[in-house]
């Protein structure tokens, strides 16, 4: 009977707990008992979708279906509608943080440490949504590195994982995939230049093995080509919606690499 009660209790914290771990690449998805089985809710249904808006620039805006919004690289510029309720930034240029963040935002999250630290950390949730980083480093003006001077944020709803690369300028070590775990919408930097090589950010996209990629930071047709040419051993699908929201399902995930070109022509 004891048994029977606390494999009970087990399942039910599994059902009504939180999924985020399942980002994690180190556990196993399938841990419910043999011969049970979660009912697959998608669309409407799905707790694990999100609205994903391309705002300008490295600006995406991620809506959950608990009313959460967030903004990533926020500016104080790109957004409209209600001001969001958690914000990234990385301090690269001006045009992907502010120091003048506006009022209302519940968490302000800045990609770079601040003086006395040795890196950012982050780890915030509210309601259906959960925040984290992962510090890499980026080159300075000077030609040299600030070490941990960026942040890949990850945006976990449910179980859909999104991860947001800022403003990255090397190609990622063991640790840093480790620290990430499973991604499933991917937000990359194409420019080829302010960022790194567009053929190095192609690479990446191969350590990561997302199912969906969001390119980003770029300006012109000719960026998003070349970035296509280069990942085409990825043999992926290509999609050019007619407009800049998608709403994205963790059960309706595409089974190959697909990317989705939702800052058109010019992404930056």
């Known amino acids: 009977m004891f048994l029977r009660f606390s494999a009970a209790l087990a399942l039910f914290a599994l059902l009504a707990g939180p999924t985020w771990a399942r980002c994690s690449k180190n556990l196993v998805e399938r841990t419910l008992p043999p011969g049970v089985w979660l009912a697959k809710a998608g669309g409407e249904d799905s707790p694990n979708r999100a609205l994903i808006t391309f705002l300008g620039h490295a600006s995406y805006q991620i809506d959950t279906p608990q009313g959460v919004r967030a903004i990533t690289d926020y500016n104080g510029v790109n957004g409209f509608g209600r001001h969001p ?32 630290e040795t890196e950012a950390r982050h780890d915030v949730t509210l309601k259906d949504m959960r925040v984290w980083n992962v510090p890499t480093n980026a080159r300075d003006w000077s030609g040299g590195v600030r070490i941990n001077g960026n942040s890949i944020f990850i945006y976990a709803v449910g179980d859909l994982c999104i991860a947001h690369l800022g403003h990255l300028h090397h190609r990622l070590t063991p640790q840093h995939l480790e620290a990430l775990g499973r991604v499933d919408v991917l937000m990359v930097p194409i420019d080829g230049s302010f960022t790194m090589g567009v053929p190095f950010m192609a690479d990446v996209v191969k350590q990561i093995d997302p199912k969906i990629v969001l390119p980003m930071h770029y300006w012109g047709r000719y960026q998003l080509d070349r970035f296509m040419g280069l990942i085409a051993p990825l043999e992926p699908d290509f999609i050019y919606p007619d407009k800049r929201s998608l709403e994205v399902v963790k059960e309706e995930l595409p089974d190959k690499l697909t990317v989705i070109a939702v800052a058109g022509d010019g992404g930056g």
């Open 85 to 116: 309720d958690i914000v990234s930034m990385n301090n690269a240029h001006s045009t992907h943080f502010t120091d003048e963040p506006e009022d209302g935002i519940t968490y302000v999250l800045r990609g770079w440490p601040k003086e006395g």
